[in-house]
T-cell receptor, first 115, second 115 residues
């Protein structure tokens, strides 16, 4: 069975500092990996994905994530945090097989950027 | 969020009521999803329709009944709900390819309160 672990319920970072939100996964075969962000009273919003190719993926709002196959990780990073980045972040994984494949989401990490 | 819309945004219902949640996607996608998001719990996948055929039904109680009349519309019919069903119900869509799926686009959700 596939799974996603986000080990930190909350991450606090000072504005202007780099941020990292951690994600590890388990899936049969090669993974498709995703990061989503959720602002209060809103649905989830797609940030970035890893499908194949370059291990460093760049996404919206200056976020990036690095796929590490040996560590089965896909940590989300940003060089300089903004207060507006404060939100709930979800990592997700699915198998890379064709057709419909179930997506499994992590439990979410609340990011708090302190002014 | 014009890509995926959900109505109503808020719903309060008694345990004996019957109501329906509506989702519409304007993205030309071929798969649609219902998720339940409760406080302090992981995102729960409820139902998935791919090419208008239900491909996932995650042991959801029969008091929740999905309907997908076409690739753009998805309904969740509710009857005799319990207070523990109070949650944010999220609809999402994606374009599934033979070579693998893509990211999901979420609606803003319906905040359901069962009294």
């Amino acid at each position: 069975a596939q799974s996603v672990a986000q080990p930190e319920d909350q991450v606090n970072v000072a504005e202007g500092n780099p941020l990292t939100v951690k994600c590890t996964y388990s899936v049969s075969g090669n993974p498709y990996l995703f990061w989503y962000v959720q602002y209060p009273n809103r649905g989830l919003q797609f940030l970035l994905k890893y499908i194949t190719g370059d291990n460093l993926v760049k996404g919206s709002y200056g976020f990036e994530a690095e796929f590490n196959k040996s560590q089965t990780s896909f940590h989300l990073k940003k060089p300089s945090a903004l207060v507006s980045d404060s939100a709930l972040y979800f990592c997700a994984v699915r198998a890379s097989s064709g057709g419909y494949q179930k997506v499994t989401f992590g439990t979410g990490t609340k990011l708090q950027v302190i002014p | 969020e014009t890509g995926v819309t959900q109505t109503p945004r808020h719903l309060v219902m008694g345990m004996t009521n019957k109501k329906s949640l509506k989702c519409e996607q304007h993205l030309g996608h071929n798969a649609m999803y219902w998720y339940k998001q409760s406080a302090k719990k992981p995102l729960e996948l409820m139902f998935v329709y791919s090419l208008e055929e239900r491909v996932e039904n995650n042991s959801v109680p029969s008091r929740f009944s999905p309907e997908c009349p076409n690739s753009s519309h998805l309904f969740l019919h509710l009857h005799t709900l319990q207070p523990e069903d109070s949650a944010l119900y999220l609809c999402a869509s994606s374009q599934e390819h033979a070579s693998g799926g893509r990211e999901q686009f979420f609606g803003p959700g319906t905040r359901l309160t069962v009294l």
